[in-house]
Antibody
Framework: EVQLVESGGGLVQPGGSLRLSCAVS????????MDWVRQAPGKGLEWVGR??????????EYAASVKGRFTISRDDSENSLYLQMNSLKTEDTAVYYC??????????????WGRGTLVTVSS | DIQMTQSPSSLSASVGDRITITCRAS??????LAWFQQTPGKAPKSLIY???SLQSGVPPRFSGSASGTDFTLTISSLQPEDFATYYC?????????FGGGTKVEIK
């Protein structure tokens, strides 16, 4: 069974940092692209960023709203995905979801979602 | 960025009704289009990818179609567990973008 379990959320002050983790099981993590998506309270879904697998040198993509502040990394030996969030702003308050991707022609779609972890940025 | 415009933003329907939700992309996305379902307090669930391919385990009452830059999600006979918010998303180009969501409520 595919499982993705996020952790590391919590309350942080504006300007602070937080590191989210996503522990996966039930599939070969190293074979998959992975994404982070967030959802502010009462709002829609917003893509945060993507990690490609080793075959693409673990390269990453980011939304403009987080580029330069957030960093996605992964440890294939630990079956874990990470989201390092620096210089946090109140507008980063959201539930953060970890997502497994699957290939579709030249693209990658989301197929499994974690349950999410809440990040609250407030003084 | 590719804008995804979803309509309606909400609708009321009864169990057994057939409903259709529409998503329009601001430019061609080559059918790199997915649909998700989210119930309150839960994580989104993947329903459809490549505009019309059902994810494993999704009931066949759900279907997707495409015509140019217009995409539709149809539920042929609404069940109680289908009352939720639905989102479309394009994965043709970065940044990946979502529609604003359609909330399906009980009439």
């Amino acid at each position: 069974e595919v499982q993705l379990v996020e952790s590391g959320g919590g309350l942080v002050q504006p300007g602070g940092s937080l590191r989210l983790s996503c522990a996966v099981s039930g599939f070969t993590f190293s074979d998959h692209y992975m994404d982070w998506v967030r959802q502010a309270p009462g709002k829609g879904l917003e893509w945060v960023g993507r990690s490609r697998h080793k075959g693409y040198s673990y390269t990453t993509e980011y939304a403009a709203s987080v580029k330069g502040r957030f960093t996605i990394s992964r440890d294939d030996s630990e079956n874990s995905l990470y989201l390092q969030m620096n210089s946090l702003k109140t507008e980063d308050t959201a539930v953060y979801y970890c997502i497994r991707d699957a290939p579709d022609r030249d693209g990658y779609y989301f197929d499994y979602w974690g349950r999410g972890t809440l990040v609250t940025v407030s003084s | 960025d590719i804008q995804m415009t979803q309509s309606p933003s909400s609708l009321s329907a009864s169990v057994g009704d057939r409903i259709t939700i529409t998503c329009r992309a601001s430019r061609g996305i080559g059918n790199y289009l997915a649909w998700f379902q989210q119930t309150p307090g839960k994580a989104p669930k993947s329903l459809i990818y490549a505009a019309s391919s059902l994810q494993s385990g999704v009931p066949p009452r759900f279907s997707g179609s495409a015509s140019g830059t217009d995409f539709t999600l149809t539920i042929s006979s609404l069940q109680p567990e289908d009352f939720a918010t639905y989102y479309c998303q394009q994965y043709n180009d970065y940044p990946l973008t979502f529609g604003g969501g359609t909330k399906v409520e009980i009439k």
